[in-house]
């Protein structure tokens, strides 16, 4: 479903790692084929003058554009909060003699949407949504509650260095396992 392809998407361009998209994914081309079954045909210029006003590509093209703007999504640390259901919620660190910044990430891949409320490892301060440009400022023993729409992400980030005790224990934690 185009719903898949977009939960993919959001996935593969928040998650660690480097995002592999096929060609063709950008539209569903062809989806439901085996691979090497008609899913790596040639595109065509058709398809790819249409694929702009493709819901899938809207979506890639959006997400793609937060992981290019966010250094921590490109090679932060990641530590893990909730991936249960239809629900991910994870934060992206980066900190280098260069960047201090952290993204929280909010995933959705159900047909409603969800509310979702962080507080463990949250840090104070002002957190800014990426997509909407929405902002909010946490102060200490505070959630960050948002509602996430079906098949939707959010990332939210604060610039400067981690100095919440908890965060700093599970990212050290994350770096000791092999």
Same mark, same amino acid.
Not at 84 to 112: H, I, P, S, W
Not at 136 to 161: C, D, H
């Given at each position: 479903?185009?719903?898949?392809?977009?939960?993919?998407?959001?996935?593969?361009?928040?998650?660690?790692?480097?995002?592999?998209?096929?060609?063709?994914?950008?539209?569903?081309?062809?989806?439901?084929? @085996?691979?090497?079954?008609?899913?790596?045909?040639?595109?065509?210029?058709?398809?790819?003058? $249409? @694929?702009?006003?493709?819901?899938?590509?809207?979506?890639? *093209?959006?997400?793609?554009?937060?992981? $290019?703007?966010?250094?921590?999504?490109?090679?932060?640390?990641?530590?893990?909060? *909730?991936?249960?259901?239809?629900?991910?919620?994870?934060?992206?660190?980066?900190?280098?003699? $260069?960047? @201090?910044?952290?993204?929280?990430?909010?995933?959705? *891949?159900?047909?409603?949407?969800?509310?979702?409320?962080?507080?463990?490892?949250?840090?104070?301060?002002?957190?800014?949504?990426?997509?909407?440009? $929405?902002?909010?400022?946490?102060?200490?023993?505070?959630?960050?509650?948002?509602?996430?729409?079906?098949?939707?992400?959010?990332?939210?980030?604060?610039?400067?260095?981690?100095?919440?005790?908890?965060?700093?224990?599970?990212?050290? @934690?994350?770096?000791?396992?092999?």
């Amino acid at each position: 479903t185009d719903e898949g392809f977009i939960n993919a998407h959001n996935w593969l361009f928040t998650v660690r790692g480097i995002p592999v998209v096929y060609q063709g994914s950008e539209i569903g081309f062809m989806r439901g084929t @085996a691979e090497h079954g008609g899913n790596r045909n040639y595109l065509g210029q058709d398809n790819i003058d $249409k @694929a702009p006003q493709n819901d899938i590509y809207q979506s890639l *093209k959006a997400i793609a554009n937060v992981r $290019k703007q966010v250094p921590a999504l490109q090679r932060g640390l990641q530590v893990n909060v *909730k991936l249960q259901g239809n629900e991910a919620v994870f934060y992206r660190v980066l900190q280098d003699e $260069k960047t @201090a910044q952290t993204a929280l990430v909010l995933l959705n *891949k159900g047909t409603e949407p969800a509310t979702m409320s962080v507080s463990q490892f949250l840090q104070e301060g002002q957190w800014q949504e990426q997509l909407s440009g $929405k902002s909010v400022t946490v102060t200490e023993g505070e959630s960050l509650s948002s509602t996430v729409s079906a098949n939707g992400v959010q990332v939210w980030v604060r610039e400067g260095e981690v100095t919440a005790p908890s965060l700093i224990a599970a990212m050290t @934690a994350q770096m000791q396992v092999q």
